[in-house]
Structures are given as structure tokens and as C-alpha cells.
């Protein structure tokens, strides 16, 4: 069963099989985890977002049209996920105070068990560099880092330009570092 | 070289930090602000290949299944679906206790104007009535 293609686990699993769900989950889980951490705060809000991403795939997947590569189709589901989380974080954000904030963000890095005050210190401002760039950017950004696609894998996953994504990256660089040496204390 | 141009230079280079032009070396080794502000940017950025290599918990596409089965489950199984309708229970439980107690207001109004036109000996003292009934009796 480990040798089948994305297409046939897509077919059985479509046919009930959970068990051909969970190898599609194993296969591509490490990807849609390690997209989500760019994104979220610590490794635990990044699962969440990565469980969600699979929930919303198991029931869409009888709308997968195998126009583009399931990895595409996962990949714009993953970050259409955890830009979502991200908006609600924001919005619950205003209802918090600046020490709640404090605390979340610590008690976030206990999950790092070599998470020394400066390592916490480089994450907090890394998520709030990447936090600061336009959406774009940051979805640029991310995949390219985070995942290493190349730039034509991002543009199909963003449905752009290939020289829309090469100048979204570049910039995104660009403001990330900006904002990196500006507020770096 | 001036505090500006670094920071300039560091934003525009491609990452190869290793090979730094000497001016720029030698800014670093004299301006300590400068130092501390690229060892940050720098100390910040490593974080990216250190989540990279982050892994979810091994029992993940076991804890995925169990929450597709739950979501499969009819609403009023799940939690949620229970939480709700517990609230609704309560909400439906304080408007009937709402309408219960503004009936209870209702009816103490009713009483309350039955007795103010009752009494209307303003209207009609007392004495005129005795006079009136003496004069029926006669």
C-alpha cells in the first residue's frame, strides 16, 4: 500500500478507506506541519492549523479536480488555513494586554528544549518581522524558506506570475532584514 | 564607512554572510551597535532552520483520523455540538423566566389601578354617600 501513487490513495480514500487517508496524512504531513510553523506563534498552534488543513482536505476531497499536483492543492489549502489562524490570533490580540501577550509568546517556546533567552528573544522577533510583511509577501516568503519550492512551485500554488513570485521574494527579503536590523535590540 | 551604508549593505546582500567585504569587517570590529544589530538580524533568521527541522508529534495522523471521525459524528454528538446546545437550553430557559416575571408585573399594575379607581372618595367624600343613602331610605 506504501508504493501507491497520491492518485490512487485519493481514489480509495474516496471510497472510505481511512486507512488510504492516514498514509496520504503520513506522506505529506512533515510538509504541511513545517508550512504552518512559519506561520504560527509555536509548534502547538502549528498542529492544530496542520489538523485542521487535513480535516478540510478529507472533506473537500470530492472537489480535487487534478487540475494541478495534490501537493498544489494542499499547499493553498495549508496556507489559506493558517492565514486564517493568524487573522483570528490578530483579532483575539486586541482583547488581550501586552503582558498576556508576553507570556503567551514564552510560555510558547517550551516546546524548544534548547530554548535559551536569546533563542526566544530571536524567535519573538522573527514571527514579528514575518508578522510585519504584506500577506504576499509573507506567503512568498515562507514557502520559499520554509519549504524550498522553487519559484514556479509557488506560482502555481499562488496562482501568479513566475516573475511576480521572484519579485515577491526578493522583496520579502528585503523588508524582512529592514525590519530585522530596525527592531533588533 | 558610515552605520547606514551596513545596514544597507546587510539588507541588499544575498545571505553569504561568511565572505564580508574588509570595510565592512572592520565597522563591525569598531562600532558595537552595528555588531549587535547583525548578530540579531542574523541570530533571528538561524531560527528559520531550526523550525524547519521541527517535527509534528508522532501520534498526529492518528490524533487527524479522530478528529475526522468526530466531524463525521451528527452535531448534537460532538462536544461542541453539546456545549451549544447546553447554552441554548439556558437561554431558552432565562426567556421563559423573563416572560414568567413581566407577567408577574403586569398583573401587580392591574391591581394597583383597580385600587386607585376605587378609591375615589376625592370624587365623592364620603358624607355625600351617607346623605344619598339617607335619602334613598326616606
Known sequence: MHNLTDNDLIKQALQADEKAFQLLVEKYQQQVFSTCMGFAKNKQDAEDIAQEVFVEVFQSLGKFRHQSAFSTWLYRITVNKSLNHQRKQKFLNLFKSNNEEVTYALEADHHLPDAGLV??????LLKKALAALPKNQRVAFILSKYQELSGKEIAAVMNLSLSAVEALVHRSRK????????NGE | MNCNEVKSFFINSDGHLQALPEEI?????????CARMVEQM?????????????????????????AIRENKQP?????????????????????????????????????????????????????????NDLSHEE
Open chain 2, 75 to 131: 452535531l448534537l454528538l460532538r462536544p461542541v455540538g453539546q456545549m451549544a446546545a447546553a447554552v441554548a437550553a439556558v437561554f431558552v430557559g432565562v426567556v421563559l423566566a423573563m416572560a414568567t416575571f413581566s407577567y408577574n408585573d403586569y398583573s401587580d399594575e392591574q391591581t394597583l389601578s383597580e385600587v386607585y379607581y376605587l378609591n375615589e372618595l376625592h370624587v365623592e367624600p364620603m358624607e355625600m354617600q351617607l346623605l
Open chain 1, 175 to 182: 523588508n524582512l532584514k529592514a525590519y530585522l536590523l530596525k
Open chain 2, 25 to 33: 569587517k572592520n565597522h563591525l570590529a569598531s562600532c558595537a551597535s
Open chain 1, 119 to 124: 533563542q526566544k528573544d530571536n524567535r519573538r
Open chain 2, 42 to 66: 542574523t541570530g533571528a533568521l538561524e531560527v528559520i532552520n531550526h523550525e524547519k527541522l521541527l517535527q509534528p508529534d508522532p501520534f498526529f495522523s492518528t490524533r487527524v483520523m479522530g
